[in-house]
């Protein structure tokens, strides 16, 4: 067993370091300072390797703030958790040492399936002092916490749609729901929006959204936070009739919050949030939909006329992510009127 183990662990290596040949130059170019390594290129090693550098990052050696995140996703067996562990700790070994890594710095969690706030509950705070970090994307900074959540507070797979918010975002009034830890936000100021409303149910991720709004020297009434319930907060919205030029809306697959009068599982509930999301856009405006549920049943003949409907498809898919099919991104426009 222990001959398998690291015949797999310098199988692992090796794949990571193509990898890492492969993206340097692209994530020098793109000043991209945290990244996946490796997302399940082996069969027989199902992980997903995510490398978070420090402010400083890119010198050469690497700076003892460098980070890696190991993600393990189920395996259709059982195996025995103390052999798994050692498995996971003999990969996080091979990577860190390969990268110039402590390996007190390798962070490791299990991905499994989750449904309703489980995704959401703080996992450990022993190591918050050590896995909390700063990391650079297109020269702006991000907070993130790499032991505490089963996410990190970046989803690293939104990084080109993020991109295009800033890119689209000048003069314009933003509006980012189910914001998470508000990475969109910060981009849409930084692209030199009016107005950027936050709006998320979690009053620690909106703590933290506005840590890395302020991180990035956005604070203000220009940038609110707004803890509510998405649904409740975008008729309230429609009945003030406020409206706004962009909207982002990357709701989790299922929720079953206690603050929300009901559960929400996007399979079933996109047309109406779409609806709600087009009650309060701007003539003229675009709503950017997002979704990794791979069960999504998108018909967009349910949205009705007016509207001009385009599918981002791997455009919207950063190249060190190797499973095309992370999430669904859309844009939904309405006609000037």
């Not at 959540?149 to 689209?168: I, K, S």
């Not at 499973?323 to 009127?337: E, P, S, V, Y």
């Amino acid at each position: 067993m222990a001959d398998k183990v690291q015949v797999q662990a310098e199988f692992f290596r090796n794949r990571v370091a193509r990898n890492e040949k492969i993206l340097r130059r692209w994530a020098r170019k793109e000043r991209v300072h945290a990244y996946r390594l490796y997302d399940r290129d082996i069969p027989e090693i199902p992980l997903a390797l995510d490398w978070y550098r420090c402010d400083a990052a890119f010198e050469d050696p690497p700076q003892k703030d460098d980070a890696l995140c190991l993600h393990l996703y189920d395996r259709p067996y059982e195996k025995d958790p103390a052999e798994e562990q050692a498995w996971l700790d003999a990969m996080g070994a091979a990577a860190a040492e390969l990268l110039g890594v402590k390996t007190d710095q390798v962070f490791g969690r299990v991905r499994r399936r989750m449904r309703g706030l489980d995704q959401y509950e703080k996992l450990d705070s022993s190591d918050s002092g050590k896995s909390e970090r700063t990391v650079l994307e297109g020269g702006l900074k991000f907070i993130v916490r790499l032991s505490d959540y089963l996410d990190t507070g970046l989803f690293l797979d939104h990084r080109p749609l993020r991109a295009r918010v800033a890119a689209e975002a000048r003069d314009r009034r933003v509006l980012n729901l189910f914001a998470y830890t508000g990475a969109f936000s910060v981009h849409a100021a930084a692209g030199g929006a009016t107005r950027v409303d936050t709006v998320d149910l979690s009053n620690t991720y909106l703590a933290w959204a506005q840590d890395n709004l302020a991180l990035n020297g956005f604070s203000g009434p220009a940038w609110p936070l707004h803890r509510a319930d998405v649904p409740s907060y975008l008729e309230s919205a429609r009945q003030r009739g406020e409206t706004w030029d962009l909207i982002i809306a990357d709701p989790p697959t299922y929720s079953n919050s206690k603050a929300s009068p009901r559960d929400f599982d996007v399979n079933r509930d996109w047309p109406g949030l779409i609806a709600a999301c087009l009650g309060v856009l701007a003539p003229g405006g675009w709503l950017y939909f997002s979704s990794n549920s791979r069960r999504l049943p998108w018909r967009p003949e349910a949205l009705g006329p007016g509207l001009e409907i385009a599918e981002l498809g791997e455009a919207s898919i950063p190249p060190d992510f190797r499973d095309k099919r992370i999430h669904r991104a859309f844009r939904i426009a309405r006609a000037k009127t």
